[in-house]
């Protein structure tokens, strides 16, 4: 998916654990975002990134944190699972050429 | 604040039929419109986008999409629905500084033999 890897792709932890997930770009893009994707709410965005060290939240940053100390690298922990954040994560990049995104194959977490 | 909203959780068509998948959006200022589509286990793929200019928008696989700014609406079309086009269809609006996108909840699209 034009650069962009995300890792794991599936993962299951239990309660209170933390857990880092990873999205790797090869393109040199500014902007990069998370998402997470639940039945009924689509996609909403919890972080997004305009450069290194550069991080702002989004509409359900809680239980959330990242991180980009390089271009190429952009993480998101969450510091203590709860079965509430079983969910689908997806990773983006702001596509210059198309003023949309580009999204990563996503990473499947499962918290029990 | 900027939002759009897709009012069919599923929609069902007949292959060979045509398809419209609906959207509505809300936003301060000119719509930057997307429609992406989403595979099982797959990430998003863009579809098309309207930024400025003719009000119907063609994009990837046969699909397009028309603008209707009286309407605020961006509904998804195809003259000829085919079974692989069978997916999870999300309609988005980029805020006027590009920083974020909005999606709606997504539409299932199901297109039966």
């Known amino acids: 998916d034009a650069g962009i890897t995300q890792s794991p792709r599936h993962k299951v932890t239990e309660t209170g654990t933390p857990v880092t997930l990873r999205c790797h770009q090869t393109?040199?893009?500014?902007?990069m975002y998370w998402y997470r994707q639940d039945p009924g709410h689509g996609l909403r965005l919890i972080h997004y990134?305009?450069?290194?060290?550069?991080?702002d939240k989004g509409e359900v940053s809680d239980g959330y944190s990242v991180s980009r100390s390089k271009t190429e690298d952009f993480l998101l922990t969450l510091e203590s699972a709860t079965s509430s954040q079983t969910s689908v994560y997806f990773c983006?990049?702001?596509?210059?050429?198309?003023?949309?995104?580009?999204f990563g194959s996503g990473t499947r977490l499962t918290v029990v | 604040a900027q939002s759009v909203a897709q009012p069919e959780d599923q929609v069902n068509v007949a292959e060979g039929n045509p398809l419209t998948v609906k959207c509505t959006y809300s936003v301060s200022g000119n719509p930057y419109l997307f429609w992406y589509v989403q595979y099982p286990n797959r990430g998003l793929q863009f579809l098309l986008k309207y930024i400025t200019g003719d009000n119907l928008v063609k994009g990837s696989y046969g699909f397009e999409a028309e603008f209707n700014k009286s309407q605020t609406s961006f509904h998804l079309k195809k003259p000829s629905a085919l079974v692989s086009d069978s997916a999870l269809y999300f309609c988005?609006?980029?805020?006027?500084?590009?920083?974020?996108?909005?999606f709606g909840t997504g539409t299932s699209l199901t297109v039966i033999p």
């Open positions: 393109e040199n893009h500014r902007y």
């Open positions: 990134s305009y450069g290194v060290k550069d991080t």
């Open positions: 988005a609006v980029r805020d006027t500084n590009g920083n974020q996108f909005y």
């Open positions: 983006a990049i702001r596509d210059n050429t198309n003023y949309g995104y580009t």
